[in-house]
C-alpha cells in the first residue's frame, strides 16, 4: 500500500490573531514610511567631502572701523589692516589677534668642531615688544565656494544659505542623520541676498556661533601656570573648523513634498566649531626690521632682525554635505526591501501560532477553539 499525505488549507478566524497580524503589519509599515522620510533610502544619494573652498579672503566695513580704544585690554595695540594681519589660502587661514616681536643683533658665531673653544656669543637680544591687533573680530570673512555632484555644477552664488541661531551637534555618523534636523524656523544669518548673493559674515558673528569670545580665558591655560595678565583667546590662539554643508534633502514639517522628494535647488549651511589646542594657536617668522613696529633709531645696526611670534585664529575651510536625487534602481532596491520587511508580519504570525500552547500554559488561558480544531485537521490528515 502506497502512503502519501497531502496538505490542507485551514482558515482561521480569531480577532486576537487578526489584531496581532495587523498591529505588527502596521507598525513595519509606519516604520518603513518614516525610514524613507529620514533617510531618505529610495534616493540616489552621493556624499559630499572635501577640504577647502574655492577662494577665502577678509573685508573691511566702512562704516564700522576697528577700534584699540574698545577692546577690553591692556598694554600696547596697532591697528592694523586686514593684509597685514592674516594669512589666508583656499583651505586654511591664520588671522592674528596678538603679536610678539623681539629685536636681535649680530649673527651665530661659526665655531670649529673639535678645538674645545667656546667662541663669543656674536647674537645679542636688544629688546621685545608686544601688542594686540585692534579688534579683527570686526572684519568680514568672504568665501567663494563651487559645488559639483551628482545634480550638477553649482556656484556658491547661485546657492542660498544660513547660519543658525544655534548650532547643532555635528557629530553624526552619516550627514543624512543632520539632514534630518530640517531648516530652522529662524537663523542668525541668511547668505545669497538680491544684492550681494556672496558668502560674508563677521568674524564676531562665527565666534559667537562656535560660543566662544576672544575675551574669554583660555579653558586649559591654567595647566602651564601662567601667571601676570589672564591668558585670554586673544592672546593664546584658537582653531575654527568653517564647514559649507550641503543638501537639497533638508526635511520641512511645512512642506510635505520634501518628505520623500528632494528639493529642486540645493542649500547651505555655514557650521562653525572651536578648538584650544594644547601650545595654543601662533606662527614664528624672521621679519626684517623696516617690517616690525620697532623705532628706527633701534635697528641701526644693518645686522639687525626682528622675530615675530604672532598669536591667532587658525581657520580651516571644509566642504560636507549629501546630495539626492531620483533613481530607478534605488527606488526599485527600496521597493523590495520593504516588502521583504513587511512579510515579517507574517512570519511572526505563524510563530505565534506555533507557540500558542506554551503561551497559553505560562498565562493559565484554555486554548482557543480555532487551535483545537487546527489539531484535529491535523490528526485527520495522518490518520
Not at 498591529?23 to 531618505?40: E, N, Q, R
Not at 626690521?289 to 585664529?313: C, M
Not at 533613481?327 to 512570519?347: E, I, P
Request: glycine share 8%; with cysteine; hydrophobic share 40%.
Amino acid at each position: 500500500m502506497d502512503v502519501y499525505s497531502t496538505y490542507r488549507r485551514c482558515t482561521l478566524r480569531s480577532k486576537r490573531l487578526a489584531g496581532s497580524y495587523w498591529a505588527l503589519t502596521g507598525s513595519l509599515g509606519i516604520y518603513v514610511i518614516y525610514t524613507a522620510v529620514t533617510a531618505k533610502s529610495h534616493l540616489l544619494q552621493e556624499v559630499l567631502a572635501s577640504d577647502g573652498v574655492l577662494f577665502a579672503r577678509f573685508a573691511e566695513d566702512e562704516d564700522v572701523q576697528p577700534k584699540c580704544a574698545n577692546m577690553n585690554s591692556t598694554g600696547l595695540c596697532v591697528e592694523l589692516p586686514w593684509l597685514d594681519a592674516v594669512e589666508i589660502s583656499a583651505t586654511r587661514g591664520f588671522l592674528a589677534t596678538y603679536i610678539q616681536e623681539t629685536l636681535l643683533f649680530g649673527r651665530p658665531a661659526l665655531q670649529q668642531l673639535g678645538t674645545g673653544q667656546i667662541a663669543h656669543q656674536g647674537q645679542q637680544k636688544v629688546r621685545s615688544q608686544a601688542f594686540y591687533v585692534g579688534q579683527p573680530e570686526l572684519w568680514i570673512l568672504v568665501l567663494e565656494h563651487r559645488l559639483s555632484s551628482i545634480t550638477g555644477t553649482w556656484s556658491g552664488q547661485d546657492l542660498i544659505g544660513f547660519l543658525r541661531q544655534e548650532q547643532l551637534d555635528t557629530g553624526y555618523s552619516h550627514p543624512i542623520e543632520h539632514v534630518a534636523h530640517g531648516l530652522p524656523k529662524e537663523v542668525k544669518t541668511w547668505f545669497g541676498g538680491a544684492k550681494d548673493r556672496r558668502l560674508q559674515v563677521r568674524l564676531f558673528e562665527l565666534l559667537q556661533a562656535a560660543g566662544v569670545t576672544l575675551d574669554q580665558e583660555c579653558s586649559r591655560c591654567a595647566e602651564f601656570n601662567l601667571t601676570g595678565e589672564a591668558a585670554r583667546l586673544r592672546r593664546i590662539g584658537l582653531e575654527l573648523d568653517v564647514t559649507l554643508f550641503y543638501s537639497n534633502l533638508w526635511f520641512l514639517w511645512s512642506d510635505i513634498s520634501t518628505w520623500f522628494l528632494p528639493n529642486k535647488e540645493v542649500t547651505f549651511e555655514l557650521q562653525v566649531k572651536a578648538r584650544e589646542p594644547v601650545e595654543g594657536v601662533r606662527t614664528i617668522r624672521t621679519i626684517g626690521p623696516a617690517q616690525s613696529f620697532f623705532q628706527d633709531e633701534e635697528y641701526h645696526n644693518q645686522t639687525a632682525r626682528v622675530t615675530r611670534r604672532s598669536f591667532g585664529i587658525r581657520l580651516l575651510f571644509h566642504q560636507r554635505g549629501v546630495i539626492g536625487k531620483w533613481d530607478s534602481m534605488s527606488l526599485a532596491f527600496f521597493l523590495l526591501q520593504s516588502c521583504t520587511f513587511l512579510g515579517v508580519a507574517w512570519t511572526l504570525t505563524e510563530l505565534l501560532c506555533t507557540f500558542i500552547p506554551v503561551l497559553c500554559d505560562l498565562w493559565g488561558w484554555p486554548p482557543p477553539a480555532w487551535f483545537e480544531s487546527l489539531q484535529r485537521a491535523q490528526r485527520d490528515k495522518i490518520d
